[in-house]
């Protein structure tokens, strides 16, 4: 079904069009969140039809203010309190007992729910007018790059969701940051800005979901499906000098100089710029008709970590 899509730099307009029941997508600092309000169930089918997501991969909850949490979870540990404490509003998810109040259709049917607090000010304005705490994926159709831009929500949401929120393109460019609390030990189910080592010094007993236990029992369900993954293969590379190009129509993104004789290139200066550019290189990659697209692989410290993930996530070996 086509519909009129709504593009509006107003947060007003946004947030009476999601309550009344729409489906509306919204500037996050991570990446851009395609938004329905939890207690609007037809907003909810909707939303999971215009992504052709599965109805099996749980969403996350957003939050305009801390307070909140407590409207969502049912139980808040010390270490997710903790979490809370340095890190909301920010570029944090936690997984925590679910509240009731939350429907099984946001949750994939599991007791425990994914709560965030963006810091994006559009964002939390957004969520401060909704009428009650908004489920928001990433913008982008399922298994595609997220949407770190409005004009790349258009791109793949246009004609399937009744609103677009115009902002800034996201000033981290990769999902949040997921800790899993609802347990007896935290877990950190996906790497993403806030860094394991922060999580660390505020948290020290987080650990990381071992490969074969991940296969065995996806802790975070949305992992076992392909993600972030352009129509270009991806190939990816520590020693970029070692490059032998075969393709004429192969791209690079990395922080070491590019290979010659590369159509289309981009080097980065830091780890954070590498984050914010990835999936807007990999996107413009498609509309180019690249057919390779080198990326180097960063060290697994700090943002590496994630980047390191999602690179991993895009070439299909994770
Ligand atoms: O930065 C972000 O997190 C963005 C912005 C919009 O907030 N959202 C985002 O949502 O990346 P999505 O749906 O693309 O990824 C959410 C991930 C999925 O892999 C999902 O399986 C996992 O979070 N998740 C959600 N609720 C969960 C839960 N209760 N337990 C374990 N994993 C959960
Ligand atoms: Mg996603």
Known sequence: MIMQTTLTDSVEEAAAILNSGGVVAFP???VYGLGAGICHSEALLKLFRAKGRPSDNPLIVHIGSIGQVAEVAAEVNVQAERLIESFFPGPLTLVLKKNPSVPYSVTAGLETVGVRCPANPIAREFLRLACCPVAAPSANLSGLPSATSWEAVYEDLAGKIDCLLRGKPSTIGLESTIVDCSGTKPILL???AITLEQLREVVPEITTIAVSEAEERPKCPGLKYPHYAPRASIVLCTEVEKIDLKESSAAYI???E??????????????????????GFFRLCDTEGIGVIYCELPSDEGLGRAIRDRLMRAAGLA
């Open 28 to 30: 996050t600092e991570t």
């Open 190 to 192: 996906r790497a993403g």
């Open 254 to 256: 990395g922080m070491s």
């Open 258 to 279: 590019p290979p010659q004789g590369i159509f289309l290139h981009k080097v980065c200066l830091t780890l954070e710029e590498y984050g914010r550019e990835l999936f």
